[in-house]
């Protein structure tokens, strides 16, 4: 969808977006439309109730006298108390009520008072992020002949946003959010792509992919990653017949000397489980257990676009979970990369021993200033969080701090979790240095005692995405089954505390 800046006009096809502010007020664009329309719109809101309320939404057949095809009226609450988020879900909205039509255009006036806390222009470019992020699909799987069938909840093709800000002001505060919901995608794609089609070495190449952007990308195959001592993750992999990659991107936008923020990301393309095989019910969602992986590798695409000022750096482990006669089994013993070793108890809690490997090569070879890693680790962060949060593990107040602050600005929210060495002991192991399971209690918990053992004194954060990432609560600017949570959390991590 191509989207544009103009000054308010009024447009001579499609569909117009007005938005009302609590207790039904228009702004000044939309009251001169009103009044060209002889106050029928004004009318038609009272008719049904309408409220103003943020992100309901009142559609109207456009009336007599004007060229368009529909009005919609989108509530925006009250306008003075309009955060950024709340700005991109009522452009989120805004989009959904248009695509429910055939319009090829539309346009949104953005003439509503958010007050001192946004500017005009940030409003403008606020609600084309929203609307943009809304108009996300995945349909290339589809024919042509089904895809026709649902072409009423296709979104135009072009979208104007009308702002009495300076069109060059609303440009310029679009271009990151542009680049932020380029990664936002990208993540989404990832995670809804099936796993006969991105498997390790497909996603891989993905990740490659950004070098196009700037991002220094290298690839590391099983050869090299024995050679590094990786055989946790290596372990994970050996009954695909799809070899395992570590993807290692890296952004360069800071001085030199700057040490660089890293994220760690679990890339399981498809978990059977393994030998500890999963029931069949639902296993087919598991194309998303790369979700942590998906999240690092369009975090990184939105760094890259919108060229920020900091030395960043992605690790991605990359495998399949599948079980033939090669697979790893329970009682088996593996050196992780640290030299740890670490006795399997559930080949199904194989995204830890993906990290552990990938965690420990990232503080050891970068030096990050702290690192933050996302997987969709365990179903007990379900049972405690449902899917309104991430689990949020650290051994950082402050790293911790920021990323809850991050999560209410974004609505990527996040709950901290305990850390102790109360749990901790769960995971000690007769046999070796710890088991990969801690039992039935406290699962969620013991996963990331288990992580925490790999980060050495490096700031660390562990979100659990599991509820997040895939198959996560619809929103105004989220109706794919792959949501790409945890791209706007972290850019907004980086962008308010590690930009210089």
Not at 244 to 255: D, E, I, L, T
Not at 396 to 423: C, H, I, Q
Request: aromatic content about 6%; proline content about 4%.
């Amino acid at each position: 969808m191509k989207i544009k800046f103009a000054r308010p006009a009024p447009p001579t096809s499609g569909v117009l977006v007005l938005l009302a502010g609590e207790g039904g007020k228009l702004g000044p664009f939309a009251t001169e439309i009103d009044r060209a329309t002889d106050g029928q719109i004004a009318r038609a809101m009272k008719a049904a109730g309408f409220e103003g309320k943020r992100e309901k939404v009142l559609d109207i057949v456009a009336p007599a006298g004007l060229k368009l095809d529909r009005i919609v009226v989108v509530g925006a609450g009250k306008p003075g108390e309009l955060a950024a988020a709340d700005l991109e879900m009522i452009g989120g909205a805004a989009m959904g009520a248009v695509a429910s039509g055939t319009a090829k255009d539309a346009a949104i006036a953005v003439d509503i008072d958010t007050g001192d806390a946004v500017k005009a222009e940030e409003a403008a470019a606020l609600i084309a992020s929203g609307a943009l992020l809304r108009s996300y699909s995945f349909d290339k799987y589809k024919s042509k002949a089904t895809r026709e069938k649902g072409a009423r909840k296709t979104p135009p093709k072009a979208l104007t946003v009308m702002t009495a800000a300076t069109v060059a002001a609303a440009r310029k505060a679009f271009a990151p959010l542009d680049a932020i919901g380029g990664g936002v995608a990208l993540a989404r794609d990832l995670v809804n792509e099936p796993a006969n089609v991105l498997d390790p070495v497909a996603f891989a190449k993905q990740a490659k992919a950004l070098e196009k952007l700037g991002v220094e990308v290298e690839i590391l195959e099983p050869k090299q990653l024995e050679k590094l001592g990786m055989r946790a993750l290596l372990a994970v992999g050996q009954g695909s017949a799809n070899e395992s990659r570590v993807a290692v991107m890296m952004w360069n936008g800071g001085k030199k000397k700057d040490k660089p923020v890293a994220f760690i990301g679990k890339g399981v393309t498809f978990d059977t489980g393994g030998i500890s095989i999963k029931p069949a019910g639902g296993m087919q969602d598991m194309k998303g257990d790369m979700g942590g992986a998906a999240c690092v590798t369009g975090l990184m695409h939105a760094l890259a676009a919108r060229k920020a000022k900091v030395n960043a750096v992605g690790v991605i482990g990359l495998v399949e979970n599948m079980p033939d006669g090669n697979a790893q089994r329970p009682g088996d013993i593996v050196t992780s990369m640290s030299g740890q070793t670490i006795e399997i108890q559930n080949t199904d809690a194989e995204g830890r021993l993906v990290l552990a490997d990938i965690l420990w090569y990232a503080q050891d070879r970068f030096k990050p200033q702290f690192m933050v890693n996302l997987a969709t680790l365990t179903g007990a962060i379900l049972v405690a969080l449902g899917k309104e949060h991430a689990g949020l593990f650290s051994n950082n107040d402050a790293l911790a701090d920021r990323l809850f602050a991050s999560g209410a600005a974004t609505r990527e929210k996040v709950w901290r979790m305990p850390l102790g060495p109360e749990y901790d002991k769960l995971i000690d192991s007769d046999f070796a240095d710890m088991k990969n399971v801690g039992g039935r209690n406290a699962g969620s918990i013991t996963a990331g005692q288990f992580l925490q053992r790999f980060v050495n004194d490096t700031p660390w954060a562990h979100l659990d995405v599991a509820g997040t990432a895939m198959d996560s609560p619809k929103t105004a600017i989220s109706q794919s089954w792959a949501s790409g949570w945890g791209v706007r959390l972290l850019n907004h991590l980086v962008a308010e505390h590690y930009e210089k």
